[in-house]
């Protein structure tokens, strides 16, 4: 065999032991595939490539039998372009990082796009469904009383005083929901005693939790103090009320608590609807979002945007709203920060 060939040979396999061994370790390092993953591996490659080069034409040059002088001119022509390929490396793993960041950033603004759409679709399917119900109510009340066929006239004036309402209630409710999407919540903070805002909602809820045949009750445990716009904040806990209210049957009850966990103020309501399925829980602050049958008002039928907005409310004031599965129903749970 030629020393030239002999050479090739030895600088071939050598390069290719170096290039095997740096792959498997790119391989291991884009295992599980993240921006700081691939930028790593974009700086490894072009230091592999460099160091299988080098061991290549180093061992070639040993096998060609160079003296002691030149085989370390060749290393060290080999050590110089070491430092130029970890810098070329660590150029390029920056921009493969940054472009990876703008496209990982760039799809996740995508998806939210197509989940907004996605609920824009489903709220506009289910406001045409929910408005459809009283506008063709009111047409028929309409057109009976024009042609002198309703049975009693001042009951159907009623029922349309009663469907206008429900129209007028819907609107309200999809402007309500359209000022939180624009920020235009929570703008009038100050410090409001939960305690009395909780106990004047509870009370003016009694006639209808009476004529409900549910019992109401409220808790405090001692002044509790929260900086909010207390206007939005009687929203919310209206809305919470009068959804544990609407889903609870006759004889069951109602509790509403207030109190401090942790620093954060707690507004809690226990209803008695008798439990939602655990995969569904995560849904009920979707606007329009139903889901079973439990959660169904009775003798009515909203838009579906009170959770909706209860949540986009509470989100302006820096908190948060849950629901779990507690007792003998839901309890739904406002935290909000120190005042």
Do not use: K
């Not at 090739?8 to 790119?26: E, K, M, N, Q, R």
């Not at 290393?75 to 430092?83: D, I, M, R, W, Y």
């Not at 970890?86 to 703008?102: F, P, S």
């Not at 820096?318 to 749970?333: D, I, K, L, T, Y």
């Amino acid at each position: 065999m030629g020393a030239e060939l002999q050479a090739v040979l030895v600088s071939a396999g050598v390069a290719t032991l170096v290039g095997g061994a740096g792959a498997v370790i790119v391989l291991l390092l884009t295992r599980e595939p993240s921006v700081r993953t691939v930028a790593r591996a974009a700086l490894a490659a072009p230091v592999i490539v460099v160091l299988a080069v080098a061991a290549g034409i180093y061992a070639s040059a040993r096998a060609m039998l160079l003296s002691e002088h030149d085989s370390r001119l060749v290393l060290l022509g080999l050590l110089a372009a070491f430092p130029v390929a970890l810098v070329t490396g660590w150029i390029i793993a920056r921009h493969v990082q940054d472009l990876g960041r703008t496209l990982a950033e760039a799809e996740s603004a995508r998806r939210r796009e197509l989940e907004v759409e996605e609920r824009r679709r489903e709220l506009v399917a289910w406001l045409s469904h929910d408005l459809r119900t009283p506008l063709a109510g009111i047409g028929a009340l309409a057109e009976a009383l024009e042609d002198g066929v309703a049975d009693d006239p001042a009951d159907a004036f009623a029922r349309l005083r009663h469907e206008v309402g429900r129209m007028s209630d819907m609107v309200d409710d999809l402007l309500d929901l359209s000022r939180i999407h624009a920020g235009d919540v929570a703008r009038h903070r100050q410090p409001v005693s939960l305690s009395d805002l909780v106990s004047d909602v509870v009370a003016s809820a009694q006639p209808v939790a009476a004529a409900s045949g549910v019992a109401l009750s409220g808790t405090t445990g001692g002044p509790v103090v929260a900086s909010v716009d207390a206007r939005e904040l009687t929203r919310v806990v209206e809305n919470l009320v009068s959804n544990a209210l609407r889903h609870t049957p006759a004889g069951g009850s109602v509790q509403v608590s207030v109190g401090e966990c942790d620093g954060r103020r707690i507004v809690a309501v226990q209803d008695g609807c008798g439990g939602i399925p655990e995969e569904l829980l995560p849904r009920l602050f979707e606007p329009a979002f139903r889901g079973t049958a439990a959660r169904t008002p009775r003798g009515s039928e909203g838009a579906g945007l009170g959770l909706a907005i209860v949540n986009g409310i509470i989100a302006a004031h820096g908190g948060s709203v849950s629901v779990r599965n507690h007792g003998a129903g839901c309890r739904f749970e406002v935290s909000l920060p120190d005042a």
